[in-house]
């Protein structure tokens, strides 16, 4: 708008980034809508979208632009937990678009806004989800003034929803996982599926 001729690299086969992830279930219809909007605004400009291209240094140094803006997006924590390799264990980010891959009942590590807004998707999906959070309160990262008050909402709603606070979890095994409560007990959680839910490192 600003006058500049402007190139987007995406190395997905679609614009969006994380709101793609972000906006998949039914209740992040705002976030799917304002994405959809984003790309509408893209199309309506001279913009040269390259799909399916990653932009890497040597690309970029040979293309001659005179700016680049660095959005690279982030990847998922790998919290250091004993077991956190094994075949059942998944990220919370990894679930959208992969829903098949979730099996029977389904524990999440890590009760962030990320780790309840997933919860919430897999439980209306019919799956039997425990949130264990180091945290005394769930989704203690989001936003308070409408935010919280929507996602607690819908968490009471559902019946398959559980979560545990205070909980410290000591390791995954093929069996479920094994968490400390605030009393000092050690305690396991039988699960088909583990989600790690520990934030995102920037690229």
Known sequence: DRGHAVSIYEKASELGGQLIQAGTAPFKWPVRDYKEWLIRQV?????DVK???????????????DSIIAANGAVPKVTPIPGADLEHVM???SVYGNEDKVRGSVVIIGGSETGVETGIYLAEL?????VLTR???LAHDGNRV????????????????????SAKTKKITKSGVFYED???N??????????????????
């Open 43 to 47: 199309k309506k400009r001279d913009i």
């Open 51 to 65: 799909l399916e291209v990653e932009a890497t240094p040597e690309l970029l140094k040979n293309a001659g632009y």
């Open 91 to 93: 990220t919370a980010f």
């Open 126 to 130: 019919g799956h039997h989800v425990t």
């Open 135 to 137: 945290q005394n309160e």
């Open 146 to 165: 409408h935010y919280y008050e929507m996602l607690r909402d819908r968490w009471q709603q559902s019946g398959n929803f559980h979560f545990i606070l």
């Open 182 to 184: 605030e009393n000092g």
């Open 186 to 203: 050690e305690i396991e959680l039988i699960a088909d599926t583990i989600l790690l839910s520990g934030g995102m490192r920037p690229l």
